[in-house]
């Protein structure tokens, strides 16, 4: 069964940054596709970043050039690096892997970046 745990939420000021990690198990991780995804408060889910197990990575417009995505395959964990954060960042930031017709979620971490 699929788990993905994420770490490393917490509360930064503007500019600040925060590295996010999601551990990852009961999956082929580095033939694995992973992505992050933010849901803020009274908001729908959206998609912030992709790396490929080929480690090609996309980004959202919102987050490109501030936030970083990587993997470690030894590791099973995928990071997101977030830079110069801004207030509108602020949301839980969840992990995913789609592997066919299925999508696993890890519990999410709320990262809060206060003005």
Do not use: H
């Not at 490393?8 to 991780?29: P, T």
């Not at 729908?44 to 996309?58: C, D, F, K, P």
Request: proline share 3%.
């Amino acid at each position: 069964q699929v788990q993905l745990v994420e770490s490393g939420g917490g509360l930064v000021q503007a500019g600040g940054s925060l590295r996010l990690s999601c551990a990852a198990s009961g999956i082929s991780f580095s033939t694995s596709a992973m992505a992050w995804y933010r849901q803020a408060p009274g908001k729908q889910r959206e998609w912030v970043a992709s790396i490929s197990s080929g480690l090609s990575t996309n980004y959202a417009d919102s987050v490109k050039g501030r936030f970083t995505i990587s993997r470690d395959n030894a590791k099973n964990t995928v990071y997101l690096q977030m830079n110069s954060l801004k207030p509108e960042d602020t949301a839980v930031y969840y992990c995913s892997t789609t592997r066919g017709p299925f999508t696993s979620w890890g519990q999410g971490t709320q990262v809060t970046v206060s003005s």
